[in-house]
């Protein structure tokens, strides 16, 4: 089985990373995590840095935890909802699981929802923790 994480390093990416181990753990599953980034001329070094030790730090987190993981950093210029649904069907993806943000109404509409669209879109059960 394949689990995939969506992580920023946000406190509800770790929340959705702990439990993914503990599912990884009884399914004997492998957890990829991934950041995705939009990519392009507007993408910050800074950002690009914090991204990757995130995703260092997540692998640690696994590796320290005797669970099978790889990580990913994508720039593909999707939306971090695409890429998690995108990444998912091309990989043959068993669960993902995403950290879930209280926001606003005015916020989820002018700047959308990954949850969101993950669960709508995914072709696989979709997990949320908050």
Do not use: W
């Not at 995939?4 to 599912?23: H, I, M, Q, R, T």
């Amino acid at each position: 089985m394949k689990f995939l994480v969506g992580y920023n390093g946000s406190d509800e990416a770790k929340a959705a990373l702990s439990l993914a181990k503990d599912f990884a753990k009884t399914f004997n599953a492998r957890v990829i995590v991934m950041a995705s980034m939009e990519g392009g001329a507007g993408e910050k070094v800074e950002d690009i840095t914090q991204a990757e030790q995130n995703l260092r730090d997540a692998k640690d987190f696994l590796d320290e935890q005797g669970v099978e993981c790889e990580t990913h950093q994508l720039a593909r210029g999707f939306t971090p909802g695409e890429d998690l649904v995108k990444f998912a069907e091309e990989n043959q993806i068993d669960q993902i699981f995403v950290g879930i943000e209280k926001k606003s109404r005015t916020s989820k509409l002018i700047l959308g929802s990954t949850a969101q669209f993950v669960i709508l879109k995914a072709p696989c059960p979709v997990i949320t923790v908050k």
